[in-house]
Nanobody
Framework: QVQLVESGGGLVQAGGSLKLSCAAS????????MGWYRQAPGKQRELVAA???????NYADSVKGRFTISRDNAKNTVYLQMNSLKPEDTAVYYC?????????WGQGTQVTVSS
């Protein structure tokens, strides 16, 4: 088991930046990957970015070049730096820990981008 707590969401104007944090209750080194997902009203949850235990990353096409995922194993924390935010980035952002057969989720943090 692991608890994931997201923080850093909020209201920002288009073109602005936010940095999300996901703090885990235990070491994240053993997880195959850590990721950020988002869910907008009326839409399915989608992968935004993921980082493997070896620090390989992948991004949704819609955020490439604007978002950066990173991890600090010593702090058991994963980050999502979001730049050049757009109104369509508005969603609840969830942290995910992939333990192959089990996925853990945080409670989510709201990101709202005003035009």
């Amino acid at each position: 088991q692991v608890q994931l707590v997201e923080s850093g969401g909020g209201l920002v104007q288009a073109g602005g930046s936010l940095k999300l944090s996901c703090a885990a209750s235990r070491s994240i080194f053993s997880f195959r990957a850590m990721g950020w997902y988002r869910q907008a009203p009326g839409k399915q949850r989608e992968l935004v970015a993921a980082i493997t235990s070896g620090s390989s990353t992948n991004y949704a096409d819609s955020v490439k070049g604007r978002f950066t995922i990173s991890r600090d194993n010593a702090k058991n924390t994963v980050y999502l730096q979001m730049n050049s935010l757009k109104p369509e980035d508005t969603a609840v952002y969830y942290c995910n820990a992939d333990e192959i057969t089990v996925h853990y989720w945080g409670q989510g943090t709201q990101v709202t981008v005003s035009s």
